[in-house]
């Protein structure tokens, strides 16, 4: 049997790349009776058929190291989170509701701020500032800056990475200048608007010729965290945990409490306000959904 990846899946054909061949396969239908779905991602043992080495059965689905349904990808390494610097303007909260359902997936989560050709120094710095204490890596990229591009290819080697981010912001367009052979349809905003849909409407699995795949898929302008209880929320903001142990209260919520040592790292900066002020939306979002 031959190992390979599977890239595409439409209407129960699978392609699958070998690294020599994309084999168009068949799943079992053991599968079906197990209730098990062979997504984009994941990797499979095949067999071809007598006549034709284009032409297969997926036999095997290894096990998976993790599965995302939004897209519907198995596998995937990072999340790459993309907002613009400007043009639509980033939605920081959805940047943080994005970075939570990295790690509720096992997906590395890098954040990418892209048309970076629109902005000075200043506005550079004051987004990376969000992020300041909390580990995660902050790139500013530009389908229009060289090095912005080398630097990207150097996270993408080699991973599956998935694009996510909302509706405008260039993730396709990124993904073109990385490798202008995939071609991918990009839009111009005003015409998104007018037509009311995204450019780009199923998630695809792309090769990089300089080795990886990438996942492009469409924008969303909004999205419901689920599963998340109170309590678990600071867990997901790896500054807030960094001095979580100094506030004096054991099960401080660090919201309304009084004396909290996570409002005092606020005010000194070692906390951005803007992951803050999230933080206590998140909390109240969750807090609201309990009471029903
Ligand atoms: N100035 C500037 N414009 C860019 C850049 N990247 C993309 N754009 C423009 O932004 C618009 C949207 O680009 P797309 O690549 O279609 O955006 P997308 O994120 O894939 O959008 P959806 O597929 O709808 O989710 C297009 O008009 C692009 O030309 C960039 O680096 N700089
Ligand atoms: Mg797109
Ligand atoms: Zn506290």
New binding site residues.
């Given amino acids: 049997m031959i190992e390979g990846i599977i890239i595409r899946g439409v209407g129960g054909n699978y392609y699958v790349d070998t690294g020599d061949n994309l084999v168009e396969c068949r799943a079992r239908g053991l599968f079906r009776l197990k209730n098990i779905k062979p997504l984009v991602g994941d990797r499979v043992l095949i067999r071809l058929t007598v006549e034709d080495e284009h032409a297969g059965y997926i036999e095997e689905i290894m096990e998976r190291t993790n599965e995302m349904s939004r897209p519907p990808v198995a596998n995937a390494q990072q999340l790459l989170i993309?907002f613009a610097v400007t043009n639509p303007e980033p939605s920081f909260l959805l940047l943080d509701k994005l970075l939570i359902a990295a790690e509720t997936n096992s997906l590395k989560p890098v954040i990418c701020f892209?048309?970076c050709?629109?902005a000075d120094d200043k506005l550079k710095k004051e987004y990376e500032n969000i992020f300041v204490n909390t580990g995660y890596r902050v790139v500013f990229t530009?389908?229009?800056d060289e090095n912005s591009l080398i630097e990207l290819k150097s996270i993408l080697k080699d991973k599956l990475s998935v694009f996510s981010?909302p509706?405008?912001?260039?993730?396709?367009?990124?993904m073109n200048a990385v490798q202008p052979d995939f071609q991918l349809k990009?839009?111009?905003?005003s015409d998104?608007l007018k037509r009311g849909r995204?450019?780009?409407r199923h998630a695809e699995i792309y090769k990089l010729s300089f080795g990886g795949y990438v996942v492009d898929t469409?924008?969303f302008s909004s999205f419901e965290l689920e599963g998340i209880g109170e309590f678990d929320l600071k867990e997901y903001y790896p500054e807030i945990k960094k001095f979580d142990d100094g506030c004096r209260f054991a099960d401080c919520l660090h919201f309304k409490e009084p004396n909290c040592i996570i409002k005092d790292a606020v005010n000194e900066g070692l906390i951005s306000q803007t992951r803050y002020n999230n933080y206590v939306r998140l909390l109240e979002d969750i807090r609201k959904i309990k009471q029903y």
Avoid: M, Q, R, W
């Fill in positions: 993309f892209n048309k050709d629109l530009s389908k229009y981010g509706s405008g912001v260039g993730k396709s367009s990124v990009t839009g111009e905003i998104k995204h450019t780009t469409p924008g």
